[in-house]
DNA sequence: TTGGAACGCGATGGACCGCC
DNA sequence: GGCGGTCCATCGCGTTCCAA
């Protein structure tokens, strides 16, 4: 069992592999930039555009946060939320949700979970729920790395250490369910649970419901994750986008003082038995 | 010694704001 | 409206640490 059902696609890895070993080689040819392969190398050319590149690609929230707009307004269309709207740039939260129920939920885009940017995040004062939703774009990107990266190397060290609560998290996507990341959970069913929402076709989303509390060595040494229906906003997702129960993950984090570490443990369940635990590991905070 | 995990940093673009 | 400065977002990579 892993983390999240979904894996790299193999094929896909190897060709950029392939194609980007090409790209580094062979970059001198392109364009018309007058320098041989020794001054192209030794100029920053490659090296620059590369990153202007890869920039463009990091600093564009657009097809991101379309995403969300399709499936929020989705979800308030058929009743399973009774409002939603963006936080606007002066909040930290992307979206704030209002549940029949009348909770306030916040949520926060966050990318493909690995990276420091995941450690980003301020639950809103307001918020009786705060969900951190992974929207990763990169069809090249692994996500059974990215989801144990996110979940256990950034945010539990974050909660633990800034005292912050986290509800769950979502990773869930546009490149769900397409040829560049199959997903499994509908894989060889006879009528696949796919949602045709604008222009995606979307597998239920994968869902991780976090403790209520924040895990203290002390005083509060192991929370128990929430049930589903603790969390209203990812109960209505999971409903709304016809997921099953035993596809559902409970994470709970252990910790504990070990000499002068805090250490922790995290522990993912899912359909009723543990499918990812890490060794106790201390936090490292500077 | 080595390989992998953890996590901070770097390079860049986008959004916003104040000033002219 | 255009320009420049600032802040904050992204992901990949480098460094450090530790277990095997």
């Given at each position: 069992?892993?983390i999240?059902?979904?894996?790299q696609?193999d094929?896909?890895?190897?060709?950029?592999?392939?194609?980007?070993?090409?790209?580094k080689?062979?970059a001198?040819k392109?364009?018309d930039?007058?320098?041989?392969?020794?001054?192209?190398?030794?100029?920053g050319?490659?090296?620059?555009a590369?990153?202007?590149i890869?920039?463009?690609?990091?600093?564009?929230?657009g097809?991101k946060?379309?995403?969300?707009?399709?499936?929020?307004?989705?979800?308030?269309?058929?009743g399973?939320?009774t409002?939603w709207?963006?936080a606007?740039e002066?909040?930290?939260?992307?979206?704030?949700v209002?549940?029949?129920?009348?909770?306030?939920?916040?949520?926060?885009?966050?990318?493909?979970?690995?990276?420091?940017?995941?450690?980003?995040?301020?639950?809103?004062?307001?918020?009786h729920e705060?969900?951190?939703?992974?929207v990763?774009?990169?069809?090249g990107?692994?996500?059974?790395?990215n989801?144990?990266?996110?979940?256990?190397?950034?945010l539990?060290?974050?909660?633990?250490?800034?005292q912050?609560?986290v509800d769950?998290?979502?990773?869930?996507?546009?490149?769900?369910?397409t040829?560049?990341?199959?997903?499994?959970?509908i894989?060889?069913?006879?009528k696949?649970r796919?949602t045709?929402?604008?222009?995606?076709e979307?597998?239920?989303?994968?869902?991780?419901?976090?403790?209520?509390?924040?895990?203290?060595?002390?005083?509060?040494?192991h929370?128990?994750?929430?049930?589903?229906g603790?969390?209203h906003?990812?109960?209505?997702?999971?409903?709304?986008?016809?997921?099953?129960?035993?596809?559902?993950?409970y994470?709970?984090?252990?910790?504990?003082?070990?000499?002068?570490?805090t250490?922790?443990?995290?522990t993912?369940?899912?359909g009723g038995?543990?499918?990812?635990?890490?060794?106790?590991?201390?936090?490292?905070?500077?």
């Amino acid at each position: 069992m892993t983390i999240i059902p979904c894996l790299q696609n193999d094929e896909l890895r190897k060709r950029i592999e392939t194609y980007s070993e090409v790209l580094k080689t062979e970059a001198h040819k392109l364009g018309d930039h007058g320098l041989d392969e020794t001054e192209f190398y030794n100029s920053g050319l490659f090296r620059g555009a590369i990153e202007r590149i890869r920039g463009q690609f990091s600093a564009t929230m657009g097809p991101k946060r379309e995403f969300a707009r399709h499936v929020l307004n989705y979800m308030q269309d058929r009743g399973f939320i009774t409002d939603w709207q963006s936080a606007g740039e002066a909040n930290r939260h992307d979206y704030s949700v209002t549940m029949p129920s009348g909770r306030i939920v916040a949520i926060e885009l966050k990318g493909c979970l690995d990276g420091n940017n995941t450690n980003i995040f301020d639950r809103p004062p307001q918020a009786h729920e705060f969900v951190i939703w992974s929207v990763c774009t990169n069809p090249g990107a692994n996500p059974r790395h990215n989801a144990w990266s996110g979940i256990h190397t950034r945010l539990s060290a974050e909660i633990i250490s800034r005292q912050e609560r986290v509800d769950g998290t979502i990773i869930w996507d546009m490149v769900c369910g397409t040829l560049g990341r199959p997903c499994p959970k509908i894989a060889g069913e006879e009528k696949p649970r796919v949602t045709v929402l604008g222009p995606y076709e979307l597998p239920p989303p994968c869902i991780y419901v976090f403790p209520a509390t924040v895990p203290s060595p002390r005083n509060n040494p192991h929370p128990p994750a929430q049930q589903l229906g603790d969390v209203h906003f990812l109960k209505a997702l999971h409903d709304c986008f016809q997921g099953h129960n035993d596809e559902v993950n409970y994470v709970d984090f252990a910790v504990e003082y070990r000499g002068v570490d805090t250490v922790r443990k995290t522990t993912v369940t899912r359909g009723g038995a543990p499918v990812m635990e890490s060794a106790p590991t201390a936090i490292r905070r500077t």
